[in-house]
């Protein structure tokens, strides 16, 4: 795995993390919102580079 994908697939496991986080501890919409864009960001950049993103699983 190459360095691009390997830092693509952190960011968004950490992407996921925080979201799954924000939550259920029934954070603001806001951020909600903007974590889930971020995460929307990741997918198509891995989708863009052929590279697997797990979905919403990982």
């Known amino acids: ?17 925080e979201l799954r986080k924000a939550t259920e501890s029934g954070d603001d919409h806001h951020g909600v919102e903007v974590l889930s864009s971020r995460l929307d960001a990741l997918r198509r950049i891995a989708e ?6 797990g979905g919403d699983d990982g």
Do not use: G, K
């Open 1 to 17: 795995m190459d360095e691009f994908t390997a830092e693509l697939h952190a960011r968004l496991r950490e992407t996921r993390a």
């Open 48 to 53: 863009d580079h052929d590279i697997p993103h």
